[in-house]
């Protein structure tokens, strides 16, 4: 197996023209668009999407097709919303799609908006991707310029405005409800659920939100079919998935890869193991809310939903963080606290409380102020937090916290007696940073 | 980005923001759900959004000022004060701090004289934190504007700051040569 097998997504990955309209149009681009809009129904393409089992790339799994069902027949307005608010640490997939392959997520757009029947579809881009929003913009005043957007696209009767959204730096604004409350003009706290967005979303109007690559999936299973998409991957987890790889190892970058592909294969034959004097400690497998898994855990994975959920972790957006020997894991998990303090939304007191406490106690660890009883404290805290708040960052923050505790247990405790060495090569004496 | 100035001083938008302000009043579905993109009109024209902007918005927009305040301060991204004419983000979070982040900082706060949140006393360099900014896989990174610049090196910054004090803006590793 090797990385250039599966390109069902990343097709124009690294090419300097993959973002122009002609060489996509010229690579069959827009012809799933022609195909839906000659003769296929919005519940043609529902029950297509449904079919090849596309589970949302965004992180949590839940199968596209049946999202877009939920959406009320009948509905006068429909929003559709395609999620590029790209922050979950370690992640930076759909970078890569709307940089280098703008057409073929607003070809899947324009697809997927006309599944549930709406006719406004933004792009929210995370504001500090400044340089990416532009490029889509563009590639959007091109599609538009071909006909493929604005007013009876292609002679089909059709009509689909599109915006491109730019988001202002909150980690929160990824989750769909905080997302669409910042594009009503309000601050992006999350609402509870129910009513869910496709009842009742954006202006209390049934709402769509997807992520980027499940969005940019949708042309290749319309052209190639419901079959051809599940070639690859396995029976729950069909077809190829992006990964972002962040750490030392010899090629990070952006993957496409058949789901189930064992970790171990993927680690050593694609990745190309570690860089020269760096072992395998420990890996983050889907961005950094997942639990961590310790190098001996992670190479008898598969790299699928059901695997990775048996071994106690999960799939998530694919952001894989790749952790060396020399890392000191109570560092670590000190900036993913500080992390999910700095963004917690402030809105559920076990969040804003929560994650700051956690932040606090780890921090007084490494400081060498630590006590017996702190460890049992961030179990305590812990408890108070998940799934008791509207959204789920506090579980985002959680399941970090207590799997670098329980995998990583020794090093924690390490520093709670007083004779404690600094971590292994710690970059950053305990104690000398501010945050 | 703007020249430091003073917040008090009276401000009308430029006629290119004016119509952009309109613009997006006319194409999004309430004039609400304009705010974010209006408040970026401002800010790309002046760096952040005055006093005299947070009038603008409330009457062009017909929301309370208590609601532009209100998402003015909740995003990060958005400035109420008048910021350094460059603003160095460096991240932090976990991958670039495996590669080396806080060496990278070390070397920058060293070079600019200035501590983390600070900015250098000519105006010009401000050193900012920044969580996760998408360059995972090529980290250490900051952001500067609307680019990225990755793999960071002390000499790779070095000469960053030498072309910024020329008043040049280099070359960044998300502004690639494109095709027309």
């Not at chain 2, 009109?41 to 918005?57: K, M, N, R, S």
Request: aromatic share 8%.
């Amino acid at each position: 197996m090797s990385p250039n097998d599966y390109r069902m997504l990343s097709a124009r990955f690294g090419r300097n023209d993959g973002h122009k309209l002609a060489v996509y149009e010229a690579e069959g681009g827009y012809r799933a668009l022609r195909t839906v809009l000659s003769g296929m129904k919005p519940v043609d393409v529902r029950e297509q999407v449904k079919a090849a089992g596309l589970r949302g790339r965004g992180g949590a799994g839940f199968p596209t097709g049946v999202k877009w069902g939920f959406v009320p027949e009948g509905a006068d307005q429909v929003y559709f919303f395609v999620n590029a608010d790209e922050s979950e640490p370690g992640t930076f997939k759909d970078r890569y799609l709307l940089d280098y392959d703008p057409h073929q997520t607003i070809e899947g757009t324009i697809i997927s908006s006309y599944a549930v029947r709406s006719n406004l579809a933004f792009i929210y881009i995370r504001g500090e991707f400044g340089w990416l929003v532009d490029r889509v913009q563009k590639a959007v005043d091109e599609a538009y310029a071909a006909g493929y957007l604005g007013k009876n696209i292609l002679g089909s009767g059709y009509d689909l405005e599109m915006i491109v959204h730019k988001g202002a730096g909150a980690y929160i604004c990824g989750e769909e409800t905080g997302l669409i409350n910042s594009v009503a003009g309000r601050k992006g706290q999350p609402s509870i659920k129910p009513p869910f967005p496709a009842v009742s979303g954006f202006l209390g109007k049934p709402t769509i939100i997807n992520n980027v690559e499940s969005v940019a999936s949708v042309p290749f299973i319309i052209n190639d079919g419901v079959e051809a998409y599940r070639r690859n991957g396995t029976e729950k987890s069909p077809g190829t998935k992006l990964f972002s790889v962040s750490g030392p190892v010899k090629r990070p970058g952006v993957y496409e890869i058949p789901l189930g592909l064992p970790f171990r294969d993927f680690f050593n034959d694609w990745l190309g193991g570690m860089v020269e004097g760096e072992k395998l400690k420990a890996v983050i497998v889907g961005g950094s809310s997942v639990p961590v898994l310790p190098a001996e855990e992670i190479m008898n994975c598969n790299l699928d939903y059901e695997s990775l959920g048996q071994a106690g972790t999960m799939l998530g957006s694919g952001g894989m963080i790749i952790i060396p020997e020399s890392s000191d894991m109570v560092e670590l998990i000190q900036v993913l606290m500080h992390f999910y303090f700095d963004e917690s939304c402030g809105q559920c007191t076990p969040c804003r409380e929560g994650t700051g406490w956690l932040h606090k106690i780890v921090k007084r660890l490494r400081k060498g102020e630590g006590t017996p009883e702190d460890l049992a404290l961030i179990e305590h805290v812990c408890a108070g937090m998940a799934g008791l708040t509207i959204c789920p960052l506090a579980d985002a923050a959680v399941m970090p916290m207590r799997s670098f505790l329980a995998k990583f247990r020794p090093e924690f405790e390490a520093l709670i007696q007083e004779t404690a060495p600094a971590g292994p090569q710690s970059r950053w004496p305990r104690g000398e940073r501010e945050n | 980005m703007s020249k430091p100035m003073d917040t008090k001083a009276p401000w009308s938008p430029a006629p290119g923001t004016r119509a952009r302000i309109e613009a997006l009043v006319a194409r999004y579905p309430t004039k609400a759900s304009a705010l974010m993109p209006c408040i970026w009109a401002i800010q790309d024209e002046i760096g952040h959004v005055p006093p005299a902007g947070v009038d603008l918005l409330v009457e062009t927009l017909g929301v309370t000022r208590a609601r532009v305040n209100e998402v003015l301060t909740f995003f990060t991204m958005f400035r109420t004060e008048p910021q350094a004419d460059h603003v160095l983000q460096v991240c932090h979070n976990i991958s670039c701090h495996i590669l080396g982040a806080r060496p990278v900082i070390a070397h920058l706060e060293k070079k600019l004289g200035v501590r983390m949140g600070e900015t250098t006393p000519d105006g010009k360099f401000a050193l900012e934190g920044a969580e996760c900014l998408g360059a995972c896989g090529h980290g250490p990174c900051l952001q500067l504007g609307k680019h990225l610049y990755e793999n960071l090196t002390p000499e790779k910054i070095d000469r960053m700051l030498e072309s910024l004090r020329r008043g040049e803006i280099p070359r960044a590793d998300t502004d690639r040569e494109l095709e027309d």
